[in-house]
């Protein structure tokens, strides 16, 4: 066999791939826009040789995606994509432009085509770019009902402020576009009663049921082992135990949680795993653990591997409903629950004891998977991270953890976790994620170990060095208490790890009306933190109407890195701190504002105790704050008597009504 010698490329190469290819197979074409020579097949198609796909087609200008570009010898079928040159051309570089990487970069409004060529063939993704929505405050709304207006809870502040004047525009981030829906599902088929005790019983009812049916566990019984969720044709199935008091919508607690069917697994494999392509389970009623004495565990719950290589092999549509979940005062879990695939929920449910020594551990963790995914009403205890998504490598090219509602959670450490117990690192973080809200949740108890101290901290990360696409944009951390922290909120816009990043920085995070009780102090040791950090080349972020009350902290604000772009603070209140506003190997306030985010509005903000003459105008610097300078103990709106409680007709600092109406089912004892 031998090839057409009026191709440009090598023959040696042409042969590998076609694996005996003719002459009439192929004709010379030149790309567009190029001066590259290149085969083409003459009726390229979406089943043809060589297909692209983009993990996003609808874009906002700014925002970049990779285009995947798949090359496959239809003859032999088989993948020979490592072999190709692929050349990547935009058909309107005015509305995208593409590198030869396959980077996509939204430049402005409208449509475009990317189309890939290579010697066997092209194909082409259309692609759709619109303008950031850009937004004003409500003033007239931000008045008259709580500090962010969406939060769809009418009540009436103490008194209005003043007029005076219009708040600067700000970029909203997307909130998440889809959600799970955690209703029970009806029972249309059977109901599989299994036998107490009988693990090999309830896997085997497991394999056997069928959508509409329904699994039952009794009440007080107890099943040793590891259970596997299979894949199934048809809709949801339930597993449910009996004695399950507690009603849909309100959060298990331990002692409801007594007489539920127990299912304990006695190793480092999940008590509940599942099969890849596993669909439509609802478990509910159920308190599974590690064995008491097993020293190690993985994953006591794992919905997904994290290690799927292909979309058709995540799992979809499986909620943890009103569900116990426990570590064991003793044992070693990886994560309570590992979420990785499509459409997950964990709902009103109590995941205790979920700790590790010399590793991080999770009460949840997700790093792979479409998404969405739903977190609501949840009592969680995880020291390494409460709640955590990224921290490894999808293995599914462009494949984002998106459209995550965190929602009514209360994200604990017990403080005798403290002195060197347990690994602590942080209580919220993000790594890779996007369209993420965290709303109406209660953090408690952070300290200084594996890491310095933050409660709350993204930065993106490329964790394992494959996937660059690997990003945080479009976050909304609204109407939260974080409380008894060393430190506040850490955004690090890009980590870099063994020589390796991300494509692109950080973007578009929105954090507002959240109130930051007694941080800036170690709660186990005592050192200073830091109320919240900046670092790095972000771009839109805005922190806004933010109450920091407590310690003396060592800094309000640190800067670091490369410069961002449009950065907002307003409308916060910062307590007395050491330093104040500063970025390293710079002086305080306007200097290091200048250097670290050149352009950035810097607006009503109390800052307390710090010089006026080195911050920007239309801020405020009283000398102290204390209780007095708050409506009541449990609100944290300034009262209208003091002088700087607004600017811009908005309340400076938290709306305490909206944020308890958020926060009010958040935590139970």
Avoid at 506 to 528: E, W
Wanted: neutral net charge.
């Amino acid at each position: 066999m031998s090839c057409s010698s009026r191709t440009t490329f090598s023959t040696a190469l042409v042969c590998a791939v076609l694996s005996g290819c003719s002459s009439d197979m192929l004709a010379p074409g030149t790309a567009e826009g190029t001066n590259a020579s290149v085969m083409s097949m003459s009726r390229p198609s979406a089943s043809g040789p060589v297909t692209v796909s983009a993990n996003d087609s609808t874009l906002t200008v700014g925002d970049t995606v990779r285009i995947v570009a798949v090359a496959r010898n239809t003859r032999t079928n088989r993948d020979v994509t490592r072999q190709m040159k692929f050349l990547y051309v935009s058909a309107d570089a005015e509305i995208a432009t593409v590198n030869q990487r396959g980077l996509v970069t939204a430049k402005a409004e409208g449509t475009t085509k990317i189309t890939v060529r290579s010697i066997l063939g092209s194909a082409s993704v259309a692609l759709s770019v619109a303008m950031p929505v850009a937004a004003t405050l409500d003033t007239a709304s931000v008045v008259r009902t709580p500090a962010v207006a969406d939060t769809q809870v009418t009540v009436v502040l103490p008194s209005a402020p003043p007029d005076l004047g219009v708040a600067p525009p700000y970029t909203v981030p997307m909130l998440p576009a889809a959600s799970v829906d955690v209703s029970v599902p009806r029972v249309t088929g059977r109901t599989i009663r299994v036998p107490a005790g009988d693990v090999a019983a309830l896997q085997a009812a497991i394999a056997a049921a069928t959508g509409g049916d329904e699994i039952v566990l009794p009440a007080n019984s107890e099943y040793v082992g590891t259970f596997t969720l299979s894949k199934h044709a048809g809709g949801d199935i339930t597993i449910r135990g009996e004695g399950l008091t507690t009603p849909a919508g309100t959060r298990l607690t331990p002692a409801a949680a007594a007489s539920l069917p127990r299912i304990i697994t006695p190793s480092v494999d999940a008590a509940i795993g599942t099969a890849p392509g596993a669909n439509n389970w609802h478990l509910m009623g159920l308190s599974i653990s590690l064995r008491p004495g097993a020293v190690d565990n993985y994953g006591i719950v794992r919905l997904g591997s994290g290690t799927e290589t292909a979309l058709s092999q995540f799992v979809t549509d499986i909620v943890l409903d009103r569900v116990m979940i426990s570590g064991g005062e003793t044992g070693n879990s990886s994560r309570c629950v590992a979420l990785n695939g499509n459409s997950l929920a964990v709902v009103d449910s109590w995941l205790a004891e979920c700790h590790a020594k010399g590793r991080d551990a999770q009460a949840i963790c997700g790093w792979t998977g479409m998404g969405p995914f739903l977190i609501v009403n949840n009592h969680l205890e995880g020291s390494g991270q409460n709640i955590m998504f990224g921290g490894a490598d999808p293995k599914v090219t462009n494949v984002t953890p998106s459209d995550i509602t965190i929602r009514g959670n209360h994200l604990y450490k017990p403080l005798t976790w403290g002195g060197g117990r347990w690994t602590v690192k942080a209580a919220f973080e993000l790594k890779h994620a996007r369209r993420v809200l965290f709303e109406g949740n209660v953090i408690e108890n952070h300290w200084t170990d594996a890491q310095v101290g933050f409660a709350i901290l993204f930065q993106t990360v490329n964790q394992d060095g494959g996937a660059p696409w690997s990003k945080i944009q479009d976050v909304t951390v609204r109407n939260n208490i974080i409380k008894n922290s060393t430190s506040g909120f850490n955004l690090l816009s890009r980590m870099r790890i063994n020589g390796v990043t991300t494509d692109e920085p950080m973007k578009r995070v929105l954090v507002r009306n959240n109130l930051f009780l007694n941080v800036g102090k170690d709660p186990i040791a005592g050192q200073g933190g830091r109320l919240l950090q900046l670092m790095s080349d972000f771009e839109d972020v805005t922190i806004m109407q933010n109450t920091w009350f407590g310690f003396h902290a060592i800094n309000a604000v640190m800067f670091d890195g490369e410069p961002s772009k449009r950065l907002m603070l307003f409308n916060n209140v910062f307590g007395d701190t050491e330093y104040g506003v500063l970025g390293s190997g710079f002086g305080e306030g306007n200097v290091s504002i200048a250097q670290f985010a050149p352009g950035a509005v810097v607006e009503g903000n109390a800052f307390v105790g710090r010089m006026e003459r080195l911050y920007p105008s239309r801020n405020a610097f009283p000398a102290t704050i204390d209780a007095g300078s708050f409506v009541s103990a449990n609100d944290y709106t300034l009262r209208s008597t003091v002088s700087y409680s607004a600017n811009a007709s908005t309340i400076v600092g938290v709306n305490g009504v909206a944020l308890a109406n958020a926060v009010a089912h958040a935590v139970t004892r």
